[in-house]
T-cell receptor, first 113, second 111 residues
Framework: AQSVTQLGSHVSVSEGALVLLRCNYS??????LFWYVQYPNQGLQLLLK??????LVKGINGFEAEFKKSETSFHLTKPSAHMSDAAEYFC???????????FGTGTRLQVFP | DTAVSQTPKYLVTQMGNDKSIKCEQN?????MYWYKQDSKKFLKIMFS???????INETVPNRFSPKSPDKAHLNLHINSLELGDSAVYFC??????????FGEGSRLTVL
C-alpha cells in the first residue's frame, strides 16, 4: 500500500521568502505524486503532478516540486512567497494499479507581510 | 460555469435524520468520487464510480449509500446520522489518474 507523510503541519514564512513544504512517500511500485492546494472554504485544486516523466515538475502559481527516488521525497517549493499563497497544501500519491488517491495530512502555509 | 457542483453547501441536522448530497460534473469525466474531510483537514476517500459502476468502496458504514444515475452525477445518501458524521464532504471527478477536480464541498453538521 502507498502513503505520503507531510512533515510539519504548519509552515510560516515572510512575504518574498522561500517556501518549502515537505512530502515523503512510500510505495512498493512506481508512484504518481501530486500536490493540491485548498484555500479557505473551497475544494482542492491541483498544483502539479509527477507521473514518471521529468523529475522536476513545474506547476501553477510559480510552484515546483522535485521527485527524488533515493530520498523518497517530493518536496514543494516556491522561490518567493506571496500573501495569496496562504492556504492548506496536500501531497498525494497513487499508482498504476489503483484509482485511489491517498492524501497526506496537509500543511498549512502562513505568509506574513 | 461550475465544473463540479455540489448541493447543498451546508446542512445542519439532528442525529438520527437522513440526508442527501448531490453532485454533478460537466467535464465529461468518467470517474467520480466522494471524499470526507474531518475537522483536522484529513481527507479520506469513501467511494469512486467509473461510468456508473462502483469501483472503490472503502470501509464506510453502510448507512452511507452512493448512487450514480449517470456518469455526470454521483449522489450520497446518509441514513441515521451520527455526531461523527459531521465533516465536509467533497465530490470530485477525474479524467486522468490522480488528477481530480473537486467541488466546493458540503459541510454537514449533526447536532
Amino acid at each position: 500500500a502507498q502513503s505520503v507523510t507531510q512533515l510539519g503541519s504548519h509552515v510560516s514564512v515572510s512575504e518574498g521568502a522561500l517556501v518549502l513544504l515537505r512530502c515523503n512517500y512510500s510505495s512498493s511500485v512506481p508512484p504518481y505524486l501530486f500536490w493540491y492546494v485548498q484555500y479557505p472554504n473551497q475544494g482542492l485544486q491541483l498544483l502539479l503532478k509527477y507521473t514518471s516523466a521529468a523529475t522536476l515538475v513545474k506547476g501553477i502559481n510559480g510552484f515546483e516540486a522535485e521527485f527524488k527516488k533515493s530520498e523518497t521525497s517530493f518536496h514543494l517549493t516556491k522561490p518567493s512567497a506571496h500573501m495569496s499563497d496562504a492556504a492548506e497544501y496536500f501531497c498525494a500519491v497513487t499508482t498504476d494499479n489503483t484509482d485511489k488517491l491517498i492524501f497526506g495530512t496537509g500543511t498549512r502555509l502562513q505568509v506574513f507581510p | 460555469d461550475t465544473a463540479v457542483s455540489q448541493t447543498p453547501k451546508y446542512l445542519v441536522t439532528q442525529m438520527g435524520n437522513d440526508k442527501s448530497i448531490k453532485c454533478e460534473q460537466n467535464l465529461g469525466h468518467d470517474t467520480m468520487y466522494w471524499y470526507k474531510q474531518d475537522s483536522k483537514k484529513f481527507l479520506k476517500i469513501m467511494f469512486s464510480y467509473n461510468n456508473k459502476e462502483l469501483i472503490i468502496n472503502e470501509t464506510v458504514p453502510n448507512r452511507f449509500s452512493p448512487k450514480s444515475p449517470d456518469k455526470a452525477h454521483l449522489n450520497l445518501h446518509i441514513n441515521s446520522l451520527e455526531l461523527g458524521d459531521s465533516a465536509v464532504y467533497f465530490c470530485a471527478s477525474s479524467l486522468d489518474r490522480g488528477e481530480l477536480f473537486f467541488g466546493e464541498g458540503s459541510r454537514l453538521t449533526v447536532l
